[in-house]
């Protein structure tokens, strides 16, 4: 889960930072010394790229040390900065560590994989340039469009995103404690009966989700929705506490979650970023490491296949969670790992970065080619949108070269990972983004995890024949309602599309298809008509919080919404984006780092702050003794 944060990125500029460097950097101490006492003296105040990473080098030198060093010395500075409670800092580190370590042994500092690892862990250093000579080997584009609606009676498909099931919530514990989801008896103050915040039965805005909240939207759904014809469910899980998440835990909040979801019948899956332990830790196959999460794969595969069948079930587990399967109906449903294009999966940050990590954009265009040449429809379903801040830019573009030439075979995309109700277009070019160069769509489908606003799922109206998107109803319930704890959530609808902007538009025929075209006329009425957007930013925040977006965050918003492409969305890298504190975009106020997995990031986050690199320091001296500041940095040591 990740917020589209972009906002955040332009309006927030917590350090005073001198012009970055947008290009590969040669660290400082390539240039003058390297002796890590001197790195640490030249890198007091570590404000850009080159300055990133010559911290690269002295934590590299760490790394070769060992993971357990490497381990002690960074929860050592993560207790002294205080960034996290230190039970905070030993779990995460502990776990998300060994991999930091392995990528800095592998990393050569100073080339793109270095920028990139400074780019997402500091903020220190700007996109580089999407590397366009790789391609996949993808068949020229037949002249096929695609099909106009049928006019046949539509189907309901049900969308649920994000659960984030917290089996130890517990009724009548603190909801106020320090940590990033409460409802837990952290400490004994936080015990019911002890604790003047206590939490009630079915959740709470600071929490992930209870059994008894999770239990409410499947029965809403059932009588809501009695006749959907299937539902889909685009990952997300594990519940937030992820310095505590073990593989135990994986495996049992995972087959937890499925026995409930069963009630729904018929569901298609995605495995989502916090579906492992540690949090986001998919090994690609060419990483040779011990740290595996072929059991969630499998346990994945066991829960899953009486839904999508024994051999998209085998595919589960052999193909690194991603699957291929058709529905009762015919439809081709394609559920990608989107992990391997997630910038925060830092296996993914080894020696030379893969292009193509598990071969899964091939997998991906293969079965595109059988499913156009069987002349079948497709939805592809994934959990992290491939045109957020959190993609690899690289990827994101070869995923959109897939996508645009399967723009007639692939009906819509869905996706989840943010929390928020939004949606994402993608275009034949993105320098003349128009109704006309409009090519396809993206639904992102907002959380049922109280953390981010209140509660929802959506239901979708579709063609049963072109399985194209006619209409979209998100339902929700309102935590704060004064009967919620009492009487329990009550669902209801919240808005459809057609009926809110469909009307604006003029287009409220019930078989008229949701076309990328009508997006991106939704987004011009955005530009033209501020009432509408400002209802569009609050919908979007699941009618949680003060909405008011205006200004950059309002070009920033309808950038984002027009970039299935990553390195179109208007992101923009700000230093220490990742420091435990709220910050204010416009007035929306988001927790940095709420959506993110990694609690590592914003723990080594903490080496730019004003005592760092004292902290370092003293850590280093600490756990290597005083000799280890002599050390001579090996230049690009990869063994
Ligand atoms: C969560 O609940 C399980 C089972 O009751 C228990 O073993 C575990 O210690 C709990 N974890 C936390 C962090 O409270
Ligand atoms: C949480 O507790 C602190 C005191 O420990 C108090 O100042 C604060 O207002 C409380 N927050 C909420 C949301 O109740
Ligand atoms: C939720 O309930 C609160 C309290 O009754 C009310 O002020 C608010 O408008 C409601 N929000 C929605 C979206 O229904
Ligand atoms: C989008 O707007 C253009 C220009 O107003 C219009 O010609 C076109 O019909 C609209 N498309 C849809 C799908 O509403």
Same mark, same amino acid.
């Given at each position: 889960?990740?917020? $589209? ?35 640490? @003296? ?13 911290? $690269? ?33 030993? %779990? ?9 370590? #392995? ?5 050569t ?30 068949s ?8 106009a ?9 049900? #969308? ?5 099931i ?7 514990a ?10 837990r ?15 009630g ?9 209870? =059994? ?22 685009? %990952?997300?899980v594990?519940? %937030? ?5 073990? /593989? ?57 296949s ?7 079930? !085998? ?5 690194? %969670? ?25 296996? =993914? ?7 193509d ?18 002349g ?7 959990h ?5 801040? !959190?993609?690899? #830019? ?26 928020k ?7 034949? /070019? ?19 995890? +109280? ?8 239901v ?48 409220t025929? +019930?078989?008229?298809?949701l ?6 006329? =939704? ?23 003060? /909405? ?29 984006? @990742? ?28 080496? =730019?702050?004003a005592?760092?690199?004292? @902290? ?24």
């Open positions: 889960m990740r917020c $589209l944060s972009i906002v955040l990125f332009l309006l927030w500029a917590p350090l005073v930072v001198p012009a970055l460097s947008t290009t590969s950097s040669t660290p400082l101490a390539l240039t003058k010394r390297d002796v890590i006492s001197d790195i640490l @003296n030249d890198i007091k105040d570590i404000a850009t790229c080159a300055g990133c990473n010559s911290l $690269l080098l002295v934590l590299q030198a760490l790394a070769h040390t060992g993971n357990d060093n490497f381990v002690k010395v960074i929860t050592a500075v993560c207790t002294a900065t205080k960034k996290e409670d230190p039970d905070v800092c030993a %779990g995460a580190i502990g776990l998300e560590g060994p991999i930091l370590a #392995h990528n800095l042994r592998q990393m500092v100073g080339t793109k994989t270095a920028d990139l690892f400074c780019l997402t862990v500091f903020g220190l250093c700007q996109w580089p340039a999407v590397d366009t000579s790789f391609s996949l080997p993808l020229s584009k037949p002249s096929i469009s695609r099909p609606p049928s006019n046949k009676t539509p189907i309901k498909v049900v #969308h649920i995103s994000d659960i984030h917290d089996l130890n919530y517990t009724t009548g603190s909801y106020n404690c320090t940590k990033n989801i409460c409802c008896p952290y400490t004994a103050d936080d015990e019911p009966g002890v604790t003047e915040y206590p939490a039965p079915y959740g709470n805005s600071a929490c992930d989700t209870p =059994l008894s909240l999770e239990e409410s939207m499947y029965a809403a759904i059932q009588s809501l929705v009695p006749s959907r014809a299937f539902s889909i469910f685009t %990952g997300d594990v519940e %937030g506490a992820v310095w505590l998440v073990t /593989d135990n835990e994986v495996t049992l909040d995972l087959q937890s979650a499925n026995s409930h979801m069963a009630s729904l019948g018929q569901v298609y899956p995605v495995i989502g970023n916090h579906d492992a332990s540690p949090v986001n830790s998919f090994p690609p196959r060419s990483v040779d490491t011990d740290i595996s999460t072929q059991y969630a794969y499998d346990t994945l595969s066991d829960a899953w009486s839904w999508i069948g024994a051999a998209a079930a !085998d595919e589960v587990s052999t193909n690194f %969670g991603s699957y291929s399967t058709l529905t009762a109906s015919g439809l081709r449903i394609i559920s990608l790992n989107t992990n391997f294009w997630y910038k925060q999966n830092f296996w =993914l940050y080894e020696k030379t970065m893969e292009n990590p598990s071969g899964m954009l091939s997998w991906l265009a293969a079965q595109l080619e059988a499913a156009e040449a069987a079948e429809r497709v939805w592809l379903l994934g992290m949108p491939m045109g957020a801040s !959190d993609a690899f #830019h690289d990827q994101s573009y070869y995923f959109d070269t897939i996508i645009q030439r399967f723009d007639a075979t692939i009906a819509a995309v869905f996706y989840g990972h943010t929390h109700d939004e949606f994402e277009i993608a275009y034949s /070019d993105y320098n003349k983004q128009s109704a006309s160069t409009a090519t396809m769509m993206s639904y992102i489908a907002p959380a049922l995890t +109280p953390t981010s606003g209140n509660p929802t799922f959506r979708y109206d579709v063609d049963p024949v072109t399985y194209g998107v006619l209409d979209m109803h998100v339902y929700y319930t309102n935590l704060s309602d004064p009967s919620y704890q009492t009487f329990g959530p009550s669902w209801g609808l919240l808005y459809s599309v057609k009926d809110t902007y469909g009307t604006q538009l003029g287009y025929d +019930p078989s008229a298809e076309t990328p075209a009508f997006w991106h006329n =939704l987004t011009v009425l955005f530009e033209n008509n501020d009432d509408v957007f400002q209802e569009y930013i609050s919908l979007k925040n699941r009618k949680a919080g003060n /909405d008011a977006c205006t200004g950059t965050c309002k070009t920033s918003e309808i950038c984002q919404l027009r970039a299935a492409q990553s390195q179109y969305n208007c992101g923009v890298v700000s230093p220490g984006i @990742n420091f435990k504190r709220d910050v204010v975009a416009g007035s929306v106020i988001t927790t940095a780092g709420e959506c993110d997995g990694s609690r590592a990031v914003p723990i080594l986050t903490g080496l =730019l702050g005592d760092g690199i004292a @902290n370092l320091r003293a850590g280093l001296v600490d756990v290597l003794g005083q000799a280890f500041l002599n050390t001579v940095v090996p230049l690009n040591s990869t063994d």
